[in-house]
């Protein structure tokens, strides 16, 4: 057992004693979709799956939405489907408060003792980029916030969600009023417990805001100094809202647009750069905003490289359904100050929170991927000085860019035709990535709809 690995089992013992109740352990990472798999360990093995790691295949990283793998770039089947080896993270391990039973969960990671296989894991992809920028003196800063839907336990006759029943007046919700203090109360015993336990596993949520529809909400993440923390947080806030949502009687849903008609999900992503000496690059008391260099020069490259990273802002078709007019979704490479319509929107503050607000993603993105290509654009733009076009005001959200993806498929296109994220991301995983979410599309379109036998039969 290395000395890591020893370090690592001390944090697992300290634990246990502190919690002798615990009975389980779930050990959790994301894959490919932004969706969490896992093992559970009884209490008896929890030490040893910290001194000798978990193994789990590498295809399980690369399955498609619905769990199957299409052997993308040869993994699965083609290569016999070997394991790997997972270790728990560091400072992971905490309680799970919703559980029946005394829970608890931690994070696991492939890591360099896999012979560069850890690269299929979007967590090392995002480690990577990170490691590109600190490797340039560059040091990131991110908070992400996510949108969501409480949502009716039961789905309509033919598959549809529901609004929710109001909690205080036992009526189905039909309406909301943005930002309203009324909604929040009648919500303040989900989304209180959904704050306490984010703080019970160091979750960092903050604030809780009704958003533009009915049971949709919204709930920040304080900044962190780590982007792996950050898209940490988010991948956990998730499954605290999903489990805590189920405890009072609603689902939740992080789906890019489950109401046509209603606003939809998203996932936006702030991030400020701070050079050696822990100052914020975005912040310059001698320049105006428009006159900040890194700023500027971050602001392009994010322009230059939106569409092809569209499939993974993005990554499924009913993910371009969020993107119509006049309801603050971005339509294209804007930019500007203080304005919701815009992709990269740089919200008010004193210079030292300057920071640019990534509007693009959806609420069903990895947040491990989409961060990553967040901090490839930056990089990108800062280190090849990239200029942006001129800042956009009023209404940017009117029509999309000719240019903008408006389908899964154009955006895989764009993807395939990537100048910028195969030099972070890999080639590699920008193949493996692009096929299986091909091969999800082709099976997601191998289906008949009972619209298209009312149309055409």
Known sequence: MSTKHKNIAEEALGFLKSHPKIEHLDAIFLDINGILRGKRYPRAEIVHLYEKGMLMPYSAMVVDVTGNTSDAGGVGFSDGDPDGVMFPVPGTLVPVPWAHEATAQCIVSFDGSNDGEELLEP???????????RADGLFATCALELEFYLIHPQRTPDGRPQPPISPATGEQEISTQVYGMEELEDYSAVLSDIENTCHAQGVPA??????????????NLKHTSSALMAADHSALLCRVVRNVALEHGFRATFMAKPFIDQAGNGLHIHTSIKDKNNKNMFANANEGLGENKPLKYAIGGLQETLFE????????????RRFRPNIYVPMGPTWGVNNRSLAFRIPLGDEGSRRIEHRVPGADANPYLALAAVL?????GISNKIEPTKPSTGNAGVKPDKKFPLTIEDALTAFKNAKVLPEYFGKRYCDIYRLTKLAEVESFRDYISKREYDWYM
Do not use: W
């Not at 903050?206 to 709930?219: K, L, M, R």
């Not at 993005?314 to 371009?320: E, F, I, K, L, R």
């Open 206 to 219: 903050y604030t809780a805001s009704a958003e533009y529809a009915s049971g949709q909400f919204e709930v």
């Open 123 to 133: 967590r090392n992809i995002l480690a990577r980029v990170d490691e590109k920028l």
């Open 376 to 380: 490839a654009g930056i990089h990108y």
């Open 309 to 320: 990273s569209m499939a993974v802002f993005a990554p499924c078709v009913n993910a371009y």
